[in-house]
């Protein structure tokens, strides 16, 4: 009986290397974007907590305090600036796209 080949397969090793590679690299111009409003209300209760003080008395906004607890990390972690809030940004969506393919990649390989 003549074996399937499976999706992955029909990809050499180098181009299964060169997918994601080239994925971070489109990422990489995220670095330069400015941070949204979003980003910068994170970021301000993010400093509250880091400089001693309580969320929804000193810092009020309508979303949940994980968040701002991630944001504190994060300065906390890598500094306060907008260029390592961004680093940090494209860590975690290499990290969700280098995952993804893992699980991708091992679902076509059992398929």
Avoid: C
């Amino acid at each position: 009986m003549e074996e399937r080949q499976n999706s992955l397969q029909r990809f050499p090793a180098p181009y299964r290397i060169f997918i994601p590679l080239l994925a971070f690299l489109l990422l990489v111009p995220t670095l330069f974007f400015p941070i949204s409003p979003d980003h910068a209300i994170f970021y301000l209760g993010g400093k509250v907590i880091l400089d001693g003080g309580v969320l929804y008395r000193d810092f009020v906004d309508i979303k949940p305090p994980l968040i701002y607890d991630i944001f504190a990390l994060i300065q906390a972690a890598f500094g306060g600036s907008e260029r390592a809030l961004r680093f940090f940004d494209l860590l975690w969506q290499s990290a969700t796209l280098f995952s993804t393919y893992f699980v991708i990649t091992r679902w076509v390989r059992n398929e």
